[in-house]
Nanobody
Framework: QVQLVESGGGLVQAGGSLRLSCAPS????????MGWFRQAPGKEREFVSR????????YYADSLKGRFTISRDVAKNTVYLEMNSLKPEDTAIYYC?????????????WGQGTQVTVSS
């Protein structure tokens, strides 16, 4: 089994920044890409960003481009999400996910989530 452990969430004032981290561990696994999703209270989970593991190609939800930056450290086996100019509407549980197949596959593994709260 593969475990994903997120960290870095917390409470921040509007306009502030946070950096989330996620590191997979467990049995041997392959990684096509890793991504971040979020779920706000009363809303469905939505895509935030993803990054391909070998090429480092990045993809973002249109509404978040320019404020959020995804990156990965292959040596540390860790993916990061830098969130800047945070807004109260960014308040959500942020989930890390890993996909081992390809762009048409489902994300296989999910973390437990980390709470991000942005106060106005």
């Amino acid at each position: 089994q593969v475990q994903l452990v997120e960290s870095g969430g917390g409470l921040v004032q509007a306009g502030g920044s946070l950096r989330l981290s996620c590191a997979p561990s467990g049995r041997s696994f392959s990684v096509y890409d890793m991504g971040w999703f979020r779920q706000a209270p009363g809303k469905e989970r939505e895509f935030v960003s993803r990054i391909t593991w070998s090429g480092g190609n990045t993809y973002y939800a249109d509404s978040l481009k320019g404020r959020f930056t995804i990156s990965r450290d292959v040596a540390k086996n860790t993916v990061y999400l830098e969130m800047n100019s945070l807004k109260p509407e960014d308040t959500a549980i942020y989930y890390c996910a890993l996909r081992s197949t390809g762009p048409l596959g489902r994300f296989d593994y999910w973390g437990q989530g980390t709470q991000v709260t942005v106060s106005s």
